[in-house]
């Protein structure tokens, strides 16, 4: 399973990576050709950009998870009884991979109307279902980084637990 986890990482990391150096590369040359030249080269930057950025919020949110970045409020769990603690984790996981399908879920209906009604991005003519498949993708990933997350945090709450009893 660690294995199954460290490829899913890799994959995140590489999209995150290649999708920054992509909207990074297209913005700087977009500025730069449009002030030395009468008109741009790259009129669908900014669609391309968009997109990029669409894949990479959504891998960024799981790889958030997978690194506790924002499963709990530490400042808001530390004010609290340590007997809360399980109960926090287990309503902020729920919390989450309930967003998450939900998020699935409708990016799914989105997705099928688009394909459906052949909806495209105005500059590039690229399908519109692309955004829709990123946010299938990355909230389907970011449910089971969710899981996981609550999973490993409820592990170190009980090893905690037992060290403070000792």
């Known amino acids: ?25 297209l913005n700087f040359l977009n500025v730069l050709f449009r002030n ?16 990029t950025f669409v894949w990479v919020l959504m891998f960024g949110i799981s790889y958030g998870f997978k690194v506790h970045a924002h499963t ?11 007997k809360l603690e399980p109960i926090i984790i287990f309503l902020v996981t729920v919390t989450s991979v309930l967003f998450m399908t939900q998020l699935l879920y409708t990016s799914y209906l989105t997705m099928i109307n688009q394909i459906r009604f052949g909806q495209v991005t ?42 403070v009893i000792k």
């Open 1 to 25: 399973m660690l294995k199954f986890w460290d490829f899913i990482l890799k994959i995140e990391k590489f999209v995150m990576a290649i999708g920054m150096f992509i909207m990074v590369i």
């Open 36 to 51: 030395l030249l009468p008109q741009t080269p790259f009129s669908y930057s900014e669609e391309l950009t968009i997109i």
């Open 72 to 82: 709990i409020l530490d400042v808001f769990t530390k004010m609290l009884p340590k």
């Open 122 to 163: 105005p500059g590039m003519r690229l399908p519109m279902a692309v955004n829709s498949g990123a946010l299938m993708i990355g909230s389907f990933i970011s449910a089971l980084s969710v899981l996981r997350a609550g999973y490993l945090e409820y592990k170190e709450y009980k090893l905690t637990s037992k060290e």
